[in-house]
């Protein structure tokens, strides 16, 4: 993984806990949803199908994205494969342009933003929400539980 993004600036120099701070504070809602955070990373359990959802922040890559993420003490292993078999269904609910997955996550969704202008912060702390709760209910749709 690259360090520097396309303006020269390492990842190492994103206040992360500044934005994490900041995404709590706009979505205390969240809080209580939270399998696991890290520098990176704030995972929402989806404990009903022992997925985790991952929102992350990739300031060396300029985008913001969600997937469905790992967590072996939340029982979110294995996600991609077994949830390979309702890929199609999944992504056709979430309606994805291909400019906005990267090919390695499985089902994903990324926006491309410039992650160190602290002004764009509370609209990538909305969108990873937003998004996040897309996927929510697309899988909920198709695995058939509330």
Same mark, same amino acid.
């Given at each position: 993984m690259n360090e520097f993004d396309f303006?020269?600036?390492r990842a190492s120099e994103f206040r992360h806990r500044g934005f994490w701070a900041l %995404?709590?504070?706009r979505h205390p809602e969240e809080r209580p /949803?939270? &399998?696991?955070?890290?520098? =990176?990373? =704030?995972?929402?359990?989806?404990?009903? %199908?022992?997925?985790v959802l991952s929102? $992350?922040? &990739?300031?060396?890559?300029?985008?913001?994205?969600v997937f469905f993420g790992r967590n072996e003490k939340f029982g979110a292993t294995?996600?991609?494969?077994?949830?390979?078999p309702?890929?199609?269904?999944?992504? &056709? /609910?979430?309606?994805?342009?291909p400019d906005q997955s990267a090919q390695?996550?499985?089902?994903?969704?990324?926006?491309?933003?410039?992650? $160190?202008?602290?002004?764009? =912060?509370?609209a990538m702390t909305d969108w990873l929400v937003t998004e996040c709760s897309r996927f929510e209910e697309a899988v909920t749709?198709?695995?058939?539980?509330k």
């Open positions: 303006g020269g600036r %995404f709590a504070e /949803r939270m &399998a696991r955070r890290g520098p =990176w990373f =704030w995972q929402r359990g989806l404990p009903d %199908f022992a997925l929102m $992350y922040v &990739a300031p060396a890559q300029n985008h913001v994205g294995e996600s991609w494969s077994r949830l390979k309702f890929q199609p269904a999944i992504e &056709a /609910r979430l309606k994805l342009k390695d996550l499985g089902i994903n969704s990324l926006w491309h933003v410039n992650c $160190y202008a602290e002004d764009n =912060w509370p749709d198709v695995l058939g539980q």
